[in-house]
């Protein structure tokens, strides 16, 4: 048996695979990043539940994709917790921008990229990974991500820049102060995802022209730092995957339409996309047992 996971700052999406290569069972646990979670947490939380008890002694196999994951430092936090869960299984763990490179590949070389809590992007030719500029992170980077929105409206709330019945129903949403703000933001652990957490709200009010060009200049920004770094980005494959390339796609596309960029694909969640890239171009399944 084999567990695949593909897992952001906030939420994993994994699954459980048989060795003929049908689904056991799809698991939908927490986000680990091991900037701000240990091994001892991965292994705490996982253990909790049910399937993954019942069934961690059969797993021989464990493809994990995370947010963070992107030094042997950081990808050995992981690592050991997940070996603790599965003590039977070979563990390799790796970044979620190589997740989304296999997730979205249909054969041709591709600039993959992603825009979710966070944002990034790489270029993949189906057997090799290169960055071309680096992802910075939700306080120096993440262009366009839900945590880059997130920073903005929060901004444009405490600066009074929000129209009266927004800024009303933003307050009647949240119930936050600006302390409770400041507090979350420079004081407690996973400002991002707290951050990352009011794309929501933007996206509920996205008929606001102010919102859509919010988002707009969000989405232009990252194509001009992190697609257009690659030099023949123009002729590209270009794939998106996450939750907020895909719910703002109508405005993705437009931005890059802009910059003379064609999108091929945005897909929401990469896992389906994953266990294919993993069973035909891996060839897991020759290895899914002892």
């Given at each position: 048996?084999?567990?695949?996971?593909?897992?952001?700052?906030?939420?994993?999406d994994?699954?459980?695979?048989?060795?003929?290569g049908?689904?056991?069972?799809?698991?939908?646990h927490?986000?680990?990043?091991?900037?701000?979670?240990?091994?001892?947490?991965?292994?705490?939380?996982?253990?909790?539940?049910?399937?993954?008890?019942t069934?961690?002694?059969?797993?021989?196999?464990?493809?994990?994709?995370?947010?963070?994951?992107?030094?042997?430092?950081?990808?050995?936090?992981?690592?050991?917790?997940?070996?603790?869960?599965?003590p039977?299984?070979?563990?390799y763990?790796?970044?979620?921008?190589?997740?989304?490179?296999?997730?979205?590949?249909?054969?041709?070389?591709?600039?993959?990229?992603?825009?979710?809590t966070?944002s990034?992007?790489?270029f993949?030719?189906?057997?090799?990974?290169?960055?071309?500029?680096?992802?910075?992170a939700?306080?120096?980077?993440?262009?366009?991500?839900?945590?880059w929105?997130?920073?903005?409206?929060?901004?444009?709330?405490?600066?009074?820049?929000l129209?009266?019945?927004?800024?009303?129903?933003?307050?009647?949403?949240?119930?936050?102060?600006?302390?409770?703000?400041?507090?979350?933001?420079?004081?407690?652990?996973?400002?991002?995802v707290?951050?990352?957490?009011?794309?929501?709200?933007v996206?509920?009010?996205?008929?606001?022209?102010?919102?859509?060009?919010?988002?707009?200049?969000?989405?232009?920004?990252?194509l001009?730092?992190?697609?257009?770094?690659?030099?023949?980005?123009?002729?590209?494959?270009?794939?998106?995957?996450?939750s907020?390339?895909?719910?703002?796609?109508?405005?993705l596309i437009?931005?890059?339409?802009t910059?003379d960029?064609?999108?091929?694909?945005?897909?929401?969640?990469?896992?389906?996309?994953?266990?294919?890239?993993?069973?035909?171009?891996?060839?897991?399944?020759?290895?899914?047992?002892?």
């Amino acid at each position: 048996m084999i567990y695949l996971a593909e897992s952001g700052s906030t939420k994993c999406d994994a699954v459980l695979i048989n060795d003929d290569g049908s689904v056991f069972e799809e698991i939908k646990h927490m986000g680990f990043n091991p900037f701000f979670h240990s091994a001892d947490l991965v292994y705490n939380e996982l253990s909790k539940i049910e399937t993954i008890k019942t069934h961690k002694n059969q797993v021989f196999q464990v493809y994990f994709y995370g947010a963070g994951c992107s030094s042997a430092y950081y990808k050995e936090i992981i690592a050991s917790g997940l070996r603790r869960v599965f003590p039977n299984a070979k563990v390799y763990v790796d970044h979620d921008l190589v997740a989304a490179a296999y997730a979205s590949y249909t054969g041709n070389p591709e600039i993959a990229c992603i825009i979710g809590t966070g944002s990034n992007s790489c270029f993949f030719d189906g057997k090799t990974i290169y960055e071309e500029v680096p992802a910075l992170a939700y306080i120096l980077g993440d262009e366009g991500s839900a945590s880059w929105l997130g920073k903005r409206l929060i901004a444009m709330y405490l600066y009074k820049q929000l129209p009266s019945d927004i800024a009303e129903d933003f307050y009647e949403t949240y119930r936050l102060t600006k302390d409770d703000i400041f507090r979350q933001v420079y004081n407690e652990p996973h400002a991002n995802v707290f951050l990352a957490g009011f794309s929501l709200f933007v996206h509920k009010h996205i008929y606001l022209p102010a919102f859509q060009q919010m988002v707009r200049e969000g989405f232009e920004l990252f194509l001009k730092t992190h697609v257009l770094c690659y030099k023949d980005a123009k002729s590209l494959e270009i794939n998106f995957v996450g939750s907020v390339a895909y719910h703002f796609r109508h405005i993705l596309i437009e931005a890059a339409n802009t910059l003379d960029l064609k999108i091929n694909n945005i897909i929401q969640k990469p896992l389906q996309g994953l266990i294919h890239y993993h069973i035909h171009y891996l060839n897991i399944l020759e290895n899914s047992a002892v």
